[in-house]
């Protein structure tokens, strides 16, 4: 199994700054494709970016230019730097690996807990 810890979540004013990590842990032997998703009070969960194990991103219009994903593979780390916050960004952002655990096994998609992040002055 594969288990993801997100971190780095909180309350912070408009026009602020907040980083977010998810580590991956357990049995892992590879990490195909990292994602951060979010998902407001009555809406759907969307997707933020996301981020290839060569390195490719791509990142929903709402978040171009303010938010920048990264990942470590020897750390089995991902990363979201989100600047200049607004409220409408408020939500619960989640983590996603798709992951296999051995060299035979399918990849799987692997889900976090979720971190709470609130914009608001």
């Known amino acids: 199994q594969v288990q993801l810890a997100e971190s780095g979540g909180g309350l912070v004013q408009p026009a602020g700054s907040l980083r977010l990590s998810c580590a991956a842990s357990g049995s892992i032997f590879s990490i195909n494709t990292m994602y951060w998703y979010r998902q407001a009070p009555g809406k759907q969960r969307e997707l933020v970016a996301f981020v290839t194990s060569g390195g490719r991103t791509n990142y929903a219009d709402s978040v171009k230019g303010r938010f920048t994903i990264s990942r470590d593979n020897a750390k089995n780390s991902v990363y979201l730097q989100m600047n200049s916050l607004k409220p409408d960004d408020t939500a619960t952002y989640y983590c996603?690996?798709?992951?296999?655990?051995?060299?035979?096994?399918?990849?799987?998609?692997?889900w976090g807990q979720g971190t709470q992040v609130t914009v608001s002055s």
């Open positions: 996603n690996a798709v992951a296999k655990t051995t060299s035979s096994s399918n990849y799987r998609s692997y």
